[in-house]
């Protein structure tokens, strides 16, 4: 007995080794379908998020699809149809790359965020998308015309979240409140364009009217011309006597050795100066004093601070 056992127990190992190989077999082709399955899975729902929020539009003949959110994303595939050209042959400039990695630092975009590829064909999703400022720069790369253009419907999708595309047109006429919307806005965009437009213009003519008066002003203040406390005290119709007094109450000056000085805090600020006037003393001789005089600057603070403002 025991020997008819040994005789198969080779046979045995064979099998047994032949039947775990097989068992791995089917495991790996089990893992691997699975695996090519999710990847399927996952291809298709990144295009499927990709056609969420398009904006599509024509561009002489050629579609070229927007995806609108806060990070706007062209299709950049789609912009290099008309040209004959790839957007890999843009990406592997240098200067696209530092323009990506200012992008990305300015930002705090990740690199897929400014670029990517998906799978599939550009109508259904597919193809190489660029965020707007690398698109615009892609854009001049390829044409001068299309950056103008692009910009222009960027520009309208921002402002309206909508480009004048047939499927927009449709859209309205099947969406009343849409359309009631999108003109509303229109409206109050015209209503603060003409408001800022007459501002400006009342701004502009209240400049030119003001010119002559601002002119004599800056002339005034720049005069050399001085004035003695008796031809100020003559414009309010007082005496220089009451002005000096009324001045001195209202803690502007005080007299010191016969000469009327102003107080520290108004001193520096040019209004007033001193000159040495001469004059006869009776024994005949030749005498000087110092006297107050109020310049263009004086004489404004004067007026100001009479008149109470």
Known sequence: MLMEWAFFMPYIKIFGCLYVGFTILIVCISVSSVYDNRFFLLSLTLNANSMENLTVFNYNGNEIAFKE?????????????????????????????????????????????????????????????????????????????????????????????MTATKPTIDAMIDNPDLLIKLATQLKEERTNAERLRVIAELQEKEIKEAAPKVEYFEKAMSSKSSYTTTQMAQEFGLSAKTLNARLAKMGVQYRQGGAWILYAKYQGNGYTHTVSVPYMMANGEQGTQIQTRWTEKGRKFLHDLMDGK
Do not use: H
């Open 69 to 161: 959110g806060d990070n706007m994303m062209i299709n950049a595939t789609q912009m290099a149809k008309p040209f004959n050209k790839r957007p890999n042959d843009y990406l592997s400039l240098s200067s696209t790359n530092e323009l990506i990695n200012a992008i990305t630092r300015k930002n705090g975009n990740c690199d897929n965020q400014v670029v990517t590829t998906l799978p599939g064909s550009p109508e259904n999703g597919g193809g190489t998308w660029m965020n707007r400022i690398l698109a615009l720069d892609f854009a001049q790369w390829l044409s001068v015309d299309l950056k103008l253009w692009c910009t222009e419907r960027i520009d309208e999708l921002m402002r309206y979240g």
